[in-house]
């Protein structure tokens, strides 16, 4: 029996629409690409999952309609505050937020450094539009709603509930563009499973997140305005020039995304080595999707000032050097502790 059925009350699940392919429409049922993404309102998604009523009392609110690829700094804080807002409140016992495939692996890790709550916080989304025939969008729903309403879902960080399986936020990846399987947790493995209203876990996540995290929101203006931080790909015939410009552009941080284990370019490295001096951080991630940047491995770190990402991919990486330097971290040794934390 879940620990759900053990509990004094029937629990209460928040849920935060942002748009995304399950809320997407298409104009036959057989469309399954080329659809619009984000446009089915949340009442209409939750009246076709009416099972939901035998999990959890569902709250919903609908606070964006988009397509993931447009998601921006301004919806991150938007969510991060709501988020901290609906979980401080006693009655609420764990939160959806239904979102886009596209994005949704920085989105949840963005929410697992900045969330201020041990409550249940679980992402998914789906890879077929609302309109589709075999449409994964409501039993992923169903699933990460009886995943936000297990109590021992508490206290293990931000969560995908996706295809039947638990993935934890710093590990998740899209790996397929069109497959109903679309995420992986490489390197990692999941963190368990949920089938027919039953959580299994296998393991715990043992890097930092949520209550124990130092980056709060606090630090960021009210312009909604985070540090710089773009990514840039090394790759044969790379040039400097794309670094240069950013340099020049005022940019404030630059995640590499190296070939194999982070390694860069000689003519990229030349730049980045430049932008050092400039104040600009650069942290080595790697293009390949898996596997770990070793420090000092394929490039001298700690000779050039460089951060090594470990198993952070680019696109988190980046996320993590904001926030970092919206706290006005950006020594590379602090840099580098942070990295090795988060
Ligand atoms: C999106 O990311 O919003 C569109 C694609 C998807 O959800 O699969």
Do not use: C
């Not at 993404?37 to 919903?60: C, K």
């Not at 239904?98 to 789906?126: F, I, Q, R």
């Not at 709603?145 to 297990?150: D, H, K, M, P």
């Not at 020049?248 to 860069?264: D, K, P």
């Amino acid at each position: 029996m879940s620990e759900s059925v053990l509990r004094q009350r029937r629990p209460t699940v928040a849920i935060l629409a942002t748009g995304g392919t399950i809320a997407g429409e298409a104009l036959v049922a057989a469309q399954t690409i080329g659809y619009t993404a984000g446009v089915i309102g949340v009442d209409r998604l939750l009246s076709a999952v009416p099972e939901l009523d035998s999990v959890a009392a569902i709250r919903a609110e609908q606070v964006a309609s988009i397509d993931s690829k447009d998601l921006d700094n301004a919806l991150w804080i938007a969510l991060t505050h709501r988020v901290n807002i609906l979980l401080a409140q006693d009655d609420i016992d764990g939160l959806v937020i239904m979102h886009g495939t596209d994005t949704l692996e920085e989105t949840a890790y963005w929410l697992h450094l900045t969330v201020s709550s041990e409550k249940p916080v679980v992402l998914t989304a789906a890879m077929r539009p609302f309109t589709a025939l075999s449409a994964d969008g409501a039993l992923n729903l169903f699933n990460a709603v009886t995943l936000a309403a297990y109590p021992d879902a508490a206290a293990r960080g931000v969560l995908v509930a996706f295809a039947n399986r638990i993935h934890g936020a710093r590990d998740i990846t899209k790996v397929s563009t069109y497959a109903i399987d679309a995420f992986a947790s490489p390197e990692s493995g999941v963190l368990g499973w949920v089938h027919d209203k039953r959580v299994e876990f296998q393991r715990r996540v043992t890097r930092t997140h949520t209550i124990k995290s130092v980056f709060r929101l606090n630090v960021i203006n009210t312009q909604n305005l985070l540090p710089v931080v773009q990514i840039v790909v090394s790759h044969a015939g790379v040039e400097g020039i794309i670094v240069d410009a950013l340099v020049n552009a005022g940019t404030h941080g630059i995640v590499v995304a190296g070939t194999g284990n982070g390694s860069i370019h000689a003519t990229l490295q030349k730049a980045l080595v430049h932008a050092r001096t400039q104040s600009v951080s650069v942290v080595r991630s790697s293009r390949v999707g898996s596997g770990h940047v070793m420090h000092n491995a394929a490039a001298p770190d700690d000779i050039l000032g460089l951060v090594s990402a470990g198993t952070l991919n680019p696109y988190k990486a980046r996320i993590l050097l904001m926030l970092s330097l919206a706290h006005g971290w950006s020594e590379p040794i602090v840099l580098q502790s942070l990295f090795d934390r988060y």
